[in-house]
């Protein structure tokens, strides 16, 4: 494996993106559902509480407050089915993707980069959002860190990815939200660019190599502060997809596709992206 302090020519040849906050807001349904399913078990959960858990799977979860306030029925696999069932319903009916996250992956693709998607979420949830987002076909291999012995911060999920992509780790950048993911992406050997839900005041992010306020703020300027590049192999692949394309809102006829998740108006994207800057959304580089 390559060091952690490779310089530019460190090439990048594939993309690993995180789900759960990182292409939807799903964050705050997150922690809405939680706290209602382990509130009916007499359990008192904070924001802050769940929030140092985001990014761990599910199962673990359970069993972190399970082993804080044991409770005997139900069981904990039918507290995760219903927490994560909460989850799907709630993203079906109120989910938003995220600002940029279509344009990223255009953007990326346009570079030829491979595209992953590696989840703490299981499967099932995977399949929801990849489904009535839009972004469903956009990645190569998708991976759930619920066929892994260890979920995140182990680096098992982004290594798998990277062994079924058959890119080397350390030639591959992750987009992550969640201490534990970043922690995750980096024991791996990845790159890592966080784009946290509340980025700290001091434009750190546990560890990540970039910090950005916004996946719109992806571009060109992202790679010197990284301290990498795109590989030629990268380059040489034929660009696809178009930004409506990315974001499916045209079908394969030309026409418009059907949308169950909100978002901005691809117009209203592309006039917020001409007014930003150079290093548009950059919080910090570390």
Same mark, same amino acid.
């Given at each position: 494996?390559?060091? *952690?302090?490779?310089?530019?020519?460190?090439?990048?040849?594939?993309?690993?993106?995180?789900?759960?906050?990182?292409?939807?807001?799903?964050?705050?349904? !997150?922690?809405?559902?939680?706290?209602?399913?382990?509130?009916?078990?007499?359990i008192l959960v904070?924001?802050e509480d769940l929030?140092?858990?985001?990014?761990?799977?599910?199962?673990?979860?359970?069993a972190? !407050?399970?082993?804080?306030?044991p !409770?005997e029925?139900?069981?904990?696999?039918?507290?995760?089915?219903?927490?994560?069932?909460?989850?799907?319903?709630?993203?079906?009916e109120?989910?938003?993707v995220?600002?940029?996250?279509?344009?990223?992956?255009?953007?990326?693709r346009?570079?030829?980069?491979?595209?992953?998607?590696?989840?703490?979420s299981p499967?099932?949830?995977?399949?929801?959002v990849?489904?009535?987002?839009?972004?469903?076909?956009?990645?190569?291999?998708?991976?759930?860190?619920?066929?892994?012995?260890?979920?995140?911060?182990?680096?098992?999920v982004?290594?798998?990815?990277?062994r079924?992509?058959g890119?080397?780790?350390?030639?591959?950048?992750?987009?992550?939200?969640?201490?534990?993911?970043?922690?995750?992406?980096?024991?791996?050997?990845?790159?890592?660019?966080?784009?946290?839900e509340r980025?700290?005041?001091?434009?750190e992010?546990?560890?990540?190599?970039?910090?950005l306020?916004?996946?719109?703020?992806?571009?060109d300027?992202? !790679?010197?502060?990284?301290g990498v590049r795109?590989? *030629?192999?990268?380059?040489?692949r034929?660009t696809?997809?178009?930004?409506?394309?990315a974001?499916?809102?045209?079908?394969?006829g030309?026409?418009k596709?059907?949308? %169950?998740?909100? *978002?901005?108006s691809?117009?209203?994207k592309r *006039?917020? %992206? %001409?007014?930003?800057?150079?290093?548009?959304?950059?919080?910090s580089?570390?």
């Amino acid at each position: 494996m390559e060091s *952690q302090g490779a310089g530019v020519n460190r090439p990048i040849e594939a993309v690993v993106f995180d789900m759960d906050g990182v292409l939807v807001d799903s964050e705050p349904l !997150w922690r809405e559902v939680e706290q209602e399913v382990f509130g009916g078990l007499g359990i008192l959960v904070t924001d802050e509480d769940l929030e140092r858990t985001m990014g761990v799977r599910i199962n673990e979860v359970v069993a972190l !407050w399970r082993s804080l306030h044991p !409770w005997e029925e139900p069981p904990p696999e039918e507290v995760e089915r219903r927490i994560v069932d909460g989850v799907a319903r709630a993203i079906r009916e109120r989910g938003v993707v995220n600002d940029g996250a279509g344009e990223a992956i255009a953007y990326f693709r346009g570079l030829g980069m491979r595209l992953a998607l590696a989840s703490s979420s299981p499967f099932r949830l995977i399949d929801t959002v990849l489904a009535v987002s839009g972004l469903g076909g956009q990645f190569e291999v998708v991976h759930s860190a619920e066929e892994e012995v260890l979920g995140k911060p182990d680096p098992a999920v982004y290594l798998t990815t990277a062994r079924k992509l058959g890119v080397p780790p350390e030639r591959c950048l992750a987009i992550e939200d969640s201490p534990s993911g970043v922690r995750s992406a980096r024991a791996a050997g990845m790159r890592c660019v966080a784009v946290p839900e509340r980025p700290a005041p001091d434009g750190e992010f546990h560890g990540a190599d970039l910090v950005l306020e916004s996946l719109a703020a992806a571009g060109d300027w992202m !790679w010197q502060a990284l301290g990498v590049r795109p590989s *030629q192999t990268s380059r040489d692949r034929t660009t696809v997809p178009t930004e409506e394309e990315a974001m499916g809102t045209k079908d394969k006829g030309g026409g418009k596709a059907s949308k %169950k998740v909100a *978002q901005k108006s691809l117009k209203e994207k592309r *006039q917020a %992206k %001409k007014s930003k800057d150079t290093k548009p959304g950059q919080i910090s580089a570390r």
